[in-house]
């Protein structure tokens, strides 16, 4: 009976063991969240296809023909606030100054993407389920969207615990949200 427990509490303490393991990352994210002390993660992949105005356009219309399958979407879901608001929104992920890129990495890129779209509401309707659409598409052309392992680096949870984190947030959080999101996308 003792030998039973004692293997019974092995294996919780094993299965414990491992979910440190597969978390540390994240223990260590939140902790520099905490201490104030996220940074951009110091390596990065450069983007090799660029998100342009017409592309994204393309694939805004096939989300909204998919979602029109599933669910009622609003003929205003997708539709801009003003002509080309969505093409000055991508040309800032795409800024430079002195001719280096204000955003080279592509977590970089995609960050501000997300950021720039939720946040600025191009769309009269659905800027934060495009904004997550378009970083997603983004990370997708990539090839950026799978860990080594196969496992997505942003999971659909993780992707909506974000996307409200952006819409809520305050305009003064940018950065801190810039880099949070740079480090979910770090290997």
Same mark, same amino acid.
């Given at each position: 009976?003792?030998?039973?427990?004692?293997?019974?509490? &092995?294996? @919780?303490?094993? /299965?414990? #063991?491992?979910?440190?393991?597969?978390?540390?990352? +994240?223990?260590?994210? %939140? =902790? !520099?969240?905490?201490?104030?002390?996220?940074?951009?993660?110091? &390596?990065? @992949?450069?983007? /090799?296809? #660029?998100?342009?105005?017409?592309?994204?356009?393309? +694939?805004?219309?096939? %989300? =909204? !023909?998919?979602?029109?399958?599933?669910?009622?979407?609003?003929?205003?879901?997708?539709?801009?606030?003003?002509?080309?608001?969505?093409?000055?929104?991508?040309?800032?992920?795409?800024?430079?100054?002195?001719?280096?890129?204000?955003?080279?990495?592509?977590?970089?890129?995609?960050?501000?993407?997300?950021?720039?779209?939720?946040?600025?509401?191009?769309?009269?309707?659905?800027?934060?389920?495009?904004?997550?659409?378009?970083?997603?598409?983004?990370?997708?052309?990539?090839?950026?969207?799978?860990?080594?392992?196969?496992?997505?680096?942003?999971?659909?949870?993780?992707?909506?615990?974000?996307?409200?984190?952006?819409?809520?947030?305050?305009?003064?959080?940018?950065?801190?949200?810039?880099?949070?999101?740079?480090?979910?996308?770090?290997?």
């Amino acid at each position: 009976m003792k030998n039973n427990k004692n293997n019974q509490s &092995k294996k @919780v303490q094993n /299965k414990i #063991l491992s979910v440190i393991n597969d978390y540390s990352r +994240a223990w260590m994210i %939140l =902790k !520099k969240y905490d201490d104030e002390r996220l940074t951009l993660p110091k &390596k990065g @992949v450069r983007a /090799k296809h #660029l998100l342009n105005y017409d592309g994204a356009q393309k +694939a805004i219309s096939l %989300l =909204k !023909k998919e979602l029109a399958k599933k669910e009622k979407v609003p003929d205003i879901f997708g539709v801009e606030r003003s002509k080309k608001f969505l093409e000055g929104v991508i040309k800032n992920v795409y800024q430079t100054y002195g001719k280096k890129e204000l955003y080279p990495t592509l977590a970089e890129k995609a960050a501000h993407l997300f950021y720039f779209v939720v946040k600025d509401h191009p769309f009269i309707d659905g800027n934060k389920r495009l904004g997550a659409f378009l970083f997603i598409v983004f990370l997708a052309q990539n090839n950026y969207l799978l860990k080594k392992n196969g496992e997505q680096k942003i999971n659909d949870n993780a992707l909506v615990a974000l996307t409200v984190f952006l819409a809520q947030s305050e305009p003064k959080e940018k950065d801190v949200l810039i880099k949070l999101i740079a480090n979910f996308l770090s290997p």
